[in-house]
């Protein structure tokens, strides 16, 4: 199994910053990393898919990069609405996995 | 557009069993591959269980096989999860997800909360 870590584990920022968030794997995923947005009471929401593509509707603040087993989400201004759990998500290979999330609190 | 709508979620004894359904509409269902996925209380999300388009293609997490079946019904737009032998720690939020491509999941339901406990 894949093991995905994610750091840090809680991001304290204010609105306008650049949050820059971590996941590493325990093995190559080439390019088959995703990440998701989770905000209290909701469900995941695909943000970027294949480590760098951004899904339908995902605002150009919201970038990723990375290949192999190092991998970074990017929010170049954060937004009142971005402040939510972010978690990545392999799928090299079975079973699927997630990291354990990154929390984006208000500073 | 597209929805998930999930049900049969509640409280049950371990041991017991429970079979949640997960209603699709506003897309080609029959032509995506489906997953189940949960996330325990206050924890992060974990994968679950997956089925190809066409149901002939069936994975599972380890913590789950032999105990949950993943299964559909193309003609009904409804994807089904089989619990059996329930532990308490199946107790979680379960959505289903669907595929944008290639094991991603583009849309998700709203969650059905199951409880496992005596």
């Known amino acids: 199994e894949i093991v995905l870590t994610q750091s840090p584990a809680t991001l304290s920022l204010s609105p306008g910053e650049r949050a820059t968030l971590s996941c590493r794997a325990s093995?190559?995923?080439?390019?088959?990393l995703a990440w998701y947005q989770q905000k209290p009471g909701q469900a995941p929401r695909l943000l970027i898919y294949d480590a760098s593509n951004r899904a339908t509707g995902i605002p150009a603040r919201f970038s990723g990069s990375g290949s192999g087993t190092d991998f970074t989400l990017t929010i170049t201004s954060l937004e009142p609405e971005d402040f939510a759990v972010y978690y990545c998500?392999?799928?090299?290979?079975?079973?699927?996995?997630f990291g354990g999330g990154t929390r984006v609190e208000i500073k | 557009q597209v929805q998930l709508v999930e049900s049969g979620g509640g409280v049950v004894q371990p041991g017991r069993s429970l079979r949640l359904s997960c209603a699709a509409s506003?897309?080609?269902?029959?032509?995506?591959?489906m997953h189940w996925v949960r996330q325990a209380p206050g924890k992060g999300l974990e994968w679950v269980a997956a089925?190809?388009?066409?149901?002939?293609?069936?994975f599972y997490v380890d913590s789950v096989k032999g105990r949950f079946t993943i299964s559909r019904d193309n003609s009904k737009n409804t994807l089904y999860l089989q619990m059996n032998s329930l532990r308490a720690e199946d107790t979680a939020v379960y959505y289903c997800?669907?595929?944008?491509?290639?094991?991603?999941?583009?849309?998700w339901g709203q969650g059905t909360l199951v409880t496992v406990s005596s």
């Open positions: 093995q190559s995923l080439r390019s088959h």
């Open positions: 997800a669907k595929e944008i491509t290639n094991h991603y999941f583009d849309r």
């Open positions: 089925i190809s388009y066409d149901g002939s293609n069936e």
């Open positions: 506003g897309f080609s269902f029959s032509s995506y591959a």
């Open positions: 998500q392999q799928r090299s290979s079975w079973p699927l996995t």
